[in-house]
């Protein structure tokens, strides 16, 4: 899995900004051209305004097998006739597109209206989407970082994710300037603000927000553990049924699965202890996701001592597996495949009855042990016995 914050907005618990609906506003910055044009011919149309591009008002522009289609999600798309008073908003981002399907291609949008009120509101969208992209483009040429960071942080907090995600790109890039920053506001950040950023604190990077993210993430366990000293129930059982779950377990399962993601990122070894600790008392509490993070956190970063906590993870989940979020035989195959050393044999046998992993697992087992010892975990079992003795 991709753990990207600004791309796993839909965990349960996160408090943001609704996004925005204005579909201009969404395309403003992968646009090329935005202009509003009429049609001419069946492929060729008139611009009348350009809003934000090299075209110029008059000049022609062809799109053939264009069509005024708006999908729906239930029974046949709605088409509508062109009129002579009908105007189009495109935005584009080839000048001229040859796509027969524009709404199955990114960067490639239209809307159109039939009367005045409606074509001013296209209008009014355009000029609004493209001030906003004028801006934050004067943001992302200011020569001093430290200034440039303070004018894109608003930025950041953007109901239209596409500014979220391009603001993010500045960060990484003047990561030296940018992670101490972060560093100092990361624990005066609400919630929303925080899981929108944990995930890329690790790309953003330097050694000040690193340990300032270790710190929050301890932080958050300790929380979570006073937290469960008031609960009357079973803490262990607080996710059994997710829609009934408190919310301040939730935020703090929220913030540890991401954070756990950022601090990964960072690919520091030297994190593997706490990561190893985290993971077992994730395991212990049932935060499942945040073993999740970890089992990506084992196979970018290997080690024997991994194996044992892999193995708790395992025999937790598997176990007791949390209902429609059960630990998936891939992720642990792919943190167990990263470790190819005699150690990981009994987990890697262990795999040999998941189907969907079956033959991975038994490839690693015969790099491991140098011949094909066959499709079931007892020969390979007798190998490791034999090897220990």
């Not at 958050?220 to 779950?245: I, M, T």
Request: hydrophobic content about 40%; some cysteine.
């Amino acid at each position: 899995m991709t753990m990207r914050g600004l791309a796993l907005l839909g965990f349960v618990g996160v408090t943001l900004a609704a996004p925005s609906r204005d579909p201009v506003l969404l395309q403003v910055l992968d646009s090329e051209l935005i202009a509003l044009v009429r049609r001419e011919s069946d492929d060729t149309y008139r611009i009348e305004e350009v809003f934000l591009g090299p075209r110029k008002a008059g000049e022609s522009i062809r799109l053939p097998g264009f069509d005024l289609v708006r999908p729906r999600r239930r029974g046949p798309d709605l088409v509508e006739e062109f009129r002579p008073e009908t105007r189009i908003l495109l935005c584009l981002k080839e000048p001229e597109p040859t796509l027969r399907r524009w709404f199955e291609t990114t960067g490639q949008w239209a809307d159109w209206a039939h009367d005045a009120e409606g074509i001013a509101k296209l209008r009014e969208s355009a000029r609004k989407s493209v001030a906003l992209r004028r801006k934050w483009e004067e943001a992302c040429a200011t020569p001093d970082e430290t200034e440039r960071f303070e004018k894109l942080w608003p930025y950041l907090w953007s109901p239209n994710y596409r500014f979220q995600l391009r603001t993010v790109e500045q960060f990484v890039r003047m990561g030296e300037t940018a992670g101490p920053l972060l560093a100092k506001r990361l624990p005066t950040l609400e919630h929303g603000q925080r899981m929108a950023l944990l995930t890329e604190l690790g790309r953003i990077g330097s050694r000040p927000l690193h340990d300032a993210l270790v710190v929050h993430l301890k932080s958050l366990q300790r929380r979570h553990s006073a937290w469960c000293e008031n609960y009357d129930g079973d803490p262990r059982k607080v996710f059994d049924d997710w829609n009934d779950r408190p919310d301040e377990p939730a935020i703090i399962y929220g913030e540890l699965y991401y954070g756990l993601a950022g601090l990964v990122d960072f690919k520091d070894r030297a994190d593997l202890p706490y990561v190893r600790s985290l993971a077992l008392w994730a395991a212990h509490y049932r935060f499942k996701q945040v073993c999740d993070g970890a089992l990506n956190g084992f196979h970018l970063m290997p080690d024997g001592a991994n194996l044992r906590v892999i193995e708790a993870i395992m025999r937790e989940f598997w176990t007791r597996p949390c209902v429609g979020n059960e630990l998936l035989a891939y992720d642990v195959m792919r943190a167990l495949e990263t470790h190819r050393i005699p150690e990981a044999v009994p987990l890697l046998a262990g795999l040999l009855s998941k189907n969907e992993v079956r033959d991975e697992a038994r490839g690693v087992l015969q790099q491991i042990v140098g011949v094909d010892l066959g499709p079931t975990a007892e020969p390979w079992l007798a190998w490791h016995r034999e090897r220990k003795k």
